[in-house]
């Protein structure tokens, strides 16, 4: 089934990757974008995919993690699941998503994003998750702990 996506990876944030997802393989992505170029991307480095509309599929079950990733997905997994239905904000592969949390499942987080309009959609890889939380802006004091280090 094909399907207008926008995909977020981890390789190169900036690229801004949308079109239509035609098919997934061998741990490989496919998608064509607007100008008809065949993109393949590796499933590993997928942030984020977001869809206009609600996602119709139902997510695995939650269960300990024994993977690449397995130190960092269980715990961001549990804070994800207490955030159901909050309002609250993603930081994945150097982008900030708004929005609330809909489902938690194993290894994924789908999000209502703020700012797309109507009931669009993202699923996020917990593994890829940064922090929850943040700002726009956030309080950073450059001149705080890290001020003892110098260029070389």
């Given at each position: 089934?094909?399907?207008?996506?926008?995909?977020?990876?981890?390789?190169?944030?900036?690229?801004?990757?949308?079109?239509?997802?035609?098919?997934?393989?061998?741990?490989?992505?496919?998608?064509?974008?607007?100008?008809?170029?065949?993109?393949?991307?590796?499933?590993?480095?997928?942030?984020?995919?977001?869809?206009?509309?609600?996602?119709?599929?139902?997510?695995k079950?939650?269960?300990?993690?024994?993977?690449?990733?397995?130190?960092?997905?269980?715990?961001?997994?549990?804070?994800?699941?207490?955030?159901?239905?909050?309002?609250?904000?993603?930081?994945?592969?150097n982008?900030?998503?708004?929005?609330?949390i809909?489902?938690?499942?194993?290894?994924?987080?789908?999000?209502?994003?703020?700012?797309?309009?109507?009931?669009?959609?993202?699923?996020?890889?917990?593994?890829?998750?940064?922090?929850?939380?943040?700002?726009?802006?956030?309080?950073?004091?450059?001149?705080?702990?890290?001020?003892?280090?110098?260029?070389?």
């Amino acid at each position: 089934m094909e399907q207008d996506i926008a995909i977020l990876i981890s390789s190169f944030p900036e690229a801004g990757l949308d079109g239509t997802l035609v098919a997934v393989n061998n741990f490989i992505a496919t998608i064509i974008d607007s100008s008809g170029n065949n993109i393949h991307i590796a499933v590993s480095d997928i942030c984020a995919v977001a869809v206009e509309g609600t996602f119709d599929f139902k997510l695995k079950p939650i269960r300990k993690s024994v993977g690449e990733c397995s130190c960092t997905e269980d715990p961001i997994t549990n804070v994800a699941k207490s955030m159901i239905g909050e309002m609250n904000s993603i930081a994945v592969c150097n982008i900030l998503l708004p929005g609330i949390i809909i489902d938690v499942g194993e290894g994924i987080i789908i999000m209502s994003i703020e700012g797309m309009g109507g009931d669009d959609t993202a699923a996020i890889s917990s593994c890829k998750i940064g922090a929850f939380g943040l700002t726009e802006e956030p309080n950073i004091n450059l001149k705080g702990k890290f001020h003892q280090f110098k260029k070389s």
